[in-house]
């Protein structure tokens, strides 16, 4: 007479489930321990190297920020717009490096920002710049109290200056230094600056300035160097002047 098992369990099912929850039960150290070399790879690979995977760019990408915005960052100690001008990046790196030292600062740990900026469509579409980006860009860094000072052509230079952004230099320097400079000042000679103050200096002789386009560039006849108004950096200005003009540095000797 034939039995009916259906929905009843026989001797295998019942000893299989056991057994698959003896093994669901089993610890992950035991699993292993039973394991031949071969099943502890596969086992590897399916469960863990993804997780290991992952876990390790996380780290990277930690450690890689944790390096360049704590272990090198620099703090900025100055900043200085160059506008309408071409040069190559490498004497830039090295005027804004001396310029530090000069200051006795380390430039591992510092940086004086000398940028480039293109404020006219004919020299920005020239290097593929956007003249309305740079000149909002230089327009916040102002209103800021973020940028130190300018160096521009004349035409540039005073579309600034009716605007009342530079400081007369003789705020920044006394009258010794003043005429030891003198021939290098630049005095507008208008209506609005009746008593003759110099807002600039011209750094065509300037041999620390005229360096950086050692290896070409130098667009700008007769650059001006004007002192922004607000700047909060006023003696860092006044350091950069005394780096440019030996002139200047004789007076401390």
């Given amino acids: 007479m034939a039995m009916n098992l259906r929905g009843k369990k026989t001797s295998l099912d019942e000893s299989a489930s056991i057994y698959a929850k003896r093994y669901e039960d089993e610890s992950e150290k035991s699993k292993w321990s039973r394991m031949t070399k071969q099943e502890k790879i596969v086992h590897f690979k399916t469960y863990y190297l993804q997780k290991v995977l992952i876990g390790v760019l996380v780290v990277a990408l930690i450690g890689f920020f944790v390096y360049k915005d704590v272990i090198m960052r620099k703090d900025l100690v100055y900043r200085s717009a160059i506008l309408n001008e071409g040069m190559m990046e490498t004497p830039l790196i090295e005027f804004s490096e001396n310029y530090l030292t000069y200051m006795k600062k380390d430039p591992k740990k510092t940086i004086a920002s000398f940028q480039l900026y293109y404020t006219t469509a004919e020299m920005a579409n020239q290097v593929g710049a956007a003249a309305a980006s740079d000149l909002t860009q ?116």
């Fill in 138 to 253: 230089l327009s916040a860094l102002i209103y800021a109290k973020d940028l130190d000072s300018m160096i521009a052509s004349e035409d540039d230079f005073a579309t600034y200056l009716e605007n009342k952004f530079f400081v007369d230099i003789s705020t920044i320097l006394n009258q010794q230094e003043m005429e030891a400079i003198q021939k290098h000042l630049y005095i507008p000679e208008n209506d609005d600056n009746p008593e003759g103050k110099a807002y600039g200096v011209y750094l065509d002789q300037s041999d620390a300035y005229q360096g950086i386009f050692k290896e070409g560039g130098g667009i700008v006849v007769r650059p001006i160097l004007g002192i922004i108004v607000n700047s909060q950096r006023k003696e860092e200005s006044r350091q950069l002047l005394y780096y440019l003009f030996p002139e200047l540095q004789q007076l401390s000797k």
